[in-house]
Nanobody
Framework: VQLQASGGGLVQAGGSLRLSCAAS????????MGWFRQAPGKEREFVAA????????AYADFVRGRFTISKDNAKNTVYLLMNSLKPEDTAVYYC???????????????????WGQGTLVTVSS
């Protein structure tokens, strides 16, 4: 399984970015997908997740209303649209995948079997 994250970069506060994560080697339409982030000196934290059929989504409180996760099964790609970015959103963003989990576990990083390499998002003030 390979997860290739892209779309990070430098943006001013209040701006937007869309992260993409292209997956291969797994049955994407059946996979749960998540985004996590890790800022320097901090632990990896949950950002957003989407269930296999896109019916269920979950967001961390600090991104709710600003970020949107979506899944395109035809392109084997999960997206994270990030609006109203803040300097505290600066981090390396990782996508993760798992073929089977329950909805209540989507926020837990140890529940995901596969991880991408991360893409750096820097928000300047």
């Amino acid at each position: 399984v390979q997860l290739q994250a892209s779309g990070g970069g430098l943006v001013q506060a209040g701006g937007s970015l869309r992260l993409s994560c292209a997956a291969s080697g797994l049955t994407f339409r059946s996979a749960f997908m998540g985004w996590f982030r890790q800022a320097p000196g901090k632990e990896r934290e949950f950002v957003a997740a989407i269930s296999r059929n896109s019916a269920g989504t979950a967001y961390a409180d600090f991104v709710r209303g600003r970020f949107t996760i979506s899944k395109d099964n035809a392109k084997n790609t999960v997206y994270l649209l990030m609006n109203s970015l803040k300097p505290e959103d600066t981090a390396v963003y990782y996508c993760a995948a798992d073929p089977a989990m329950i909805l209540s576990s989507m926020r837990l990083p140890h529940e995901y079997d596969y991880w991408g390499q991360g893409t750096l998002v820097t928000v300047s003030s």
